[in-house]
């Protein structure tokens, strides 16, 4: 990665494909089909600063869930690109959609909040903000939680998680609900809904996947190890390798990241009591 500002950084591009679950071979087929245009350095090398990075994440989307072609791909960028009415304001097309990113905007405009207010409230970029709010992807877990917290809400309530009265709940095997996708390489499935007391989810983390920085919130946490190996940093300064087979447990409040140091993925069992994330 480039170093820089927050705003400034930029990345190269087997990282940037990585972050938008693609190879670095589609990213440069992409650019041949017009439909990304990298930075390029003066010696030709090609860099993605955010926003390249949240289209990619948008363009990954439309091709995996959509399956449009490059034609109409290109065709709804174009329309993304001018879903402004002309004083500025957004449309608002959400019909009955409670996709997360749908929630979100509803929140947002219903305590009269601007996408750049939430911005400078959060650091959390408006092209971000504004990607997350149409695509429900492109927010790594640091971001989407400060953005939930910023608009009184979970990331639990956004996703649908605490629909229902909560109380009996049985989830059969591999026919979890799921979080929405944060960041590359997250999976996150529900293995216990309603309104309860804990949060009780199944983490599925490709090599490389993280938090993408330190979050905190009030309560506390439980990790199973089931396969793979994570590392947690606790207060920024304390770090702790699990294992399979390792459990874990911590106060909320304290600042903490993770992310998967194994060769492969890593599957693991994380509950959060109350609900507060």
């Known amino acids: 990665m480039i170093e820089g500002s927050v705003e400034d950084i930029r990345f190269k591009i087997a990282e940037a494909a990585r972050m938008a679950g693609v190879s670095p071979s589609t990213l440069r087929l992409w650019e041949s089909q017009d439909l990304i245009q990298p930075i390029r350095t003066p010696t030709g090398q090609r860099l993605y600063d955010r926003i390249l990075v949240d289209r990619l994440k948008h363009i990954a989307w439309l091709r995996s869930e959509k399956g449009l072609n490059p034609a109409a791909i290109r065709e709804t960028l174009r329309e993304r690109a001018t879903d402004v009415d002309e004083d500025g304001t957004e449309s608002d097309d959400d019909g009955g959609d409670i996709r997360p990113g749908t929630r979100m905007r509803r929140l947002r405009r219903e305590a009269g909040k601007t996408l750049e207010t939430v911005a400078q409230a959060t650091g959390v970029s408006v092209s971000q903000l504004s990607t997350f709010e149409r695509t429900s992807q492109g927010l790594s877990f640091t971001a989407l939680h400060e953005v939930a917290r910023h608009l009184g809400t979970t990331l639990a309530s956004l996703s649908g998680q605490e629909e229902g009265r909560g109380g009996e709940s049985l989830i059969r095997d591999g026919r979890w609900a799921s979080w929405p996708t944060t960041s590359s390489g997250v ?66 409040r304290r600042p903490h990241s993770w992310r998967n140091i194994s060769s492969g993925e890593t599957v693991l069992i994380w509950i959060n009591t109350p609900a507060t994330f």
């Open 187 to 252: 999976a996150v499935q529900v293995l216990a809904e309603g309104r309860n007391q804990m949060e009780c989810n199944r983490f599925q983390l490709a090599p490389g996947a993280s938090s993408e920085g330190a979050y905190q919130h009030e309560g506390e946490e439980f990790i199973h190890m089931l396969t793979g190996s994570l590392e947690i940093i606790l207060d920024g300064d304390q770090f702790f390798e699990l294992h399979a087979g390792d459990s874990f447990y911590f106060e909320s």
